[in-house]
């Protein structure tokens, strides 16, 4: 199977007598019986809901019937559309985020590999070392007493946002358009605890390390290990993060300790962080090199076979935004036809200049009023009241500036990973 990230049910599609193997180490005989024992065992039961008497009766390759009848839902998680369940990818729709700040039940989920199954704060030590002068190891309560604890929104998205439309296809999770979220978080600042380790001059990059373990169980393997330039990671809005929304973080969003590097691709934000290696290069971990969160160094016809040493690694996002109400399909009666427009709009490492509206494909737009964010890396809400002229049917696009004057385009500027969708946010409206 070439596909490294799948879907349970596709997997079982394809190859069930593997996925037994891949899903719950289940051992095949013969007779096309599967025995499952240990953790495999352990796994089905804790899916489906208590211990199985006669697993020992069931057929190799096949989904337990409450697991088919019921979509995967994530403890803690109110909404999210589930894309994936190993692993567990999961987004918001749109509508759903309409919140100031992004709710913690709605912050969605990207995870490469499994995550840890012993998340408890007090055993959790976090390792600073390499080009560093101090190398560290700490508790969490050693971060909270040593260093300065402060509380930010700050903005996550990730890097493959909006690929599910992209044609032709690109592989990879097919996000729609919620794969984003503004939640309140509360830690250290990475740049003071850089500080405190001491940098050496041969310091060039970042390596972040975590608790998840690879899909294959190999714990040679690695999942993901991304990192970050120097001249980024000392930037004050970067957080050592312990707390989500005055709580402790989900365990889906990185319990207990995380990185949150807001305005980069929301992979170097990682998750049941454990380490921060300091390089003399360029990073180099899983998901670091090749074509992974990267994209081509020239503009490229869409499907166009792109050299591997044209790709550059992405650095700040590109501006964007979400309308958040009304939810697409609305049903307005034309005796009130007035409507308030509703979002969000990000850019990056920059902050929002405008945002405008149109109901007319584009031919005429009116600015949105726009609120200043609640901090740097934070999303910036926009509103507008827009009345519809008659009966019809009716599209709202929404259209972000930045303060660099870069505007949000209509069209996809196409990639063969599929990452920065940053075109207009479109929803339906139909006055009736």
Known sequence: MSKKEIDVFELYAEDPEKADRVVFGRVVNPNRRGFLKGAGLATMAAMVGGFIPFHRNMPAGFIPAALAEEPFRISGKDGLTVLNDRPVNAECPPHLLDDQVTPTSRHFVRNNGVPPANVDAAGWKLTVDGEVKSPMTMTIEDLKKKFDVVTLQLQLECGGNGRSFFDPKAKGNQWTVGAVGCSEWTGVRLADVLK?????????????????????????????????????????????????????????????????????????????????????????????????????????????????????????????????????????????????????????????????????????????????????????????????????????????????????????????????NNSMHRVAVRVV
Request: one cysteine or more; hydrophobic letters at 40%.
């Open 196 to 420: 405190a380790a001491g940098l050496k001059d041969s310091a060039v990059y970042t390596a972040h390390y975590g608790a998840d373990t690879h899909l294959s169980g190999d714990p040679k393997k690695l999942p993901i290990s991304r990192g970050v330039p120097i001249s980024k990671a000392m930037d004050k809005d970067n957080l050592i993060a312990f707390a989500q929304n005055g709580a402790p973080i989900h365990p889906m969003n990185g319990a207990p300790l995380r990185l949150v590097i807001p305005g980069w691709p929301g992979s170097c934000s990682h998750k049941w962080l454990t380490r921060i290696w300091i390089r003399d290069q360029v990073h180099d971990g899983p998901k670091m090199t090749g074509k992974s969160y990267r994209v081509p160094e020239y503009p490229v016809e869409p499907g166009e076979k792109v050299p591997k040493e044209a790709f550059r690694i992405i650095e700040a996002m590109p501006v964007k935004s979400l309308i958040t109400y009304p939810k697409s399909g609305l049903q307005l009666q034309a005796a009130k036809p007035m409507l308030q427009v509703r979002g969000h709009a990000w850019a990056g490492d920059s902050s929002i200049r405008a945002v405008d509206i149109s109901i007319d494909f584009g031919a005429t737009w009116t600015k949105a009023n726009l609120r200043r964010p609640r901090n740097s890396h934070a999303w910036q809400h926009f509103s507008a009241d827009i009345t519809f002229p008659m009966k019809g049917y009716y599209e709202v696009w929404a259209r972000a500036t930045d303060e660099q004057r870069r505007m949000q385009p209509f069209a996809i500027a196409w990639n063969p990973k599929g990452y920065l």
